[in-house]
Nanobody, 120 residues
Framework: VQLQASGGGLVQAGDSLRLSCAAS????????MGWFRQAPGKEREIVAR????????INLDSAKGRFTISRDNAKNTVYLQMNSLKPEDTAVYYC??????????????WGQGTLVTVSS
């Protein structure tokens, strides 16, 4: 599966952004989808993940209550709605996929990343 993330940009603290990730596959519903981020000088961290059924979870404590993950299986697209953005949310955001039947919990398909910059 190929993944194409978009929607990043430069915003001010308190603004909102919606990231999108389009998947090129005929079997989108076979994949768990996730959003990760990597800030400069830091390790990559998981932000959120969502099952093929649409059941999602925000894994990053600092994003709970501000971010929402969703997917549209008809459009082969997963979204990350980010509200009340903070400067510490500045990072490259990546979408990722894993076959939900895989024994490994690792995400092994990755998009190219989209940069989110939040100014104070």
């Amino acid at each position: 599966v190929q993944l194409q993330a978009s929607g990043g940009g430069l915003v001010q603290a308190g603004d909102s952004l919606r990231l999108s990730c389009a998947a090129s596959t005929r079997t989108f519903t076979n994949y768990d989808m996730g959003w990760f981020r990597q800030a400069p000088g830091k390790e990559r961290e998981i932000v959120a993940r969502i099952r093929p059924s649409g059941i999602g979870a925000i894994n990053l404590d600092s994003a709970k209550g501000r971010f929402t993950i969703s997917r549209d299986n008809a459009k082969n697209t997963v979204y990350l709605q980010m509200n009340s953005l903070k400067p510490e949310d500045t990072a490259v955001y990546y979408c990722a996929a894993r076959l939900y039947t895989s024994v490994s919990m690792d995400f092994n398909f990755w998009g190219q990343g989209t940069l989110v910059t939040v100014s104070s």
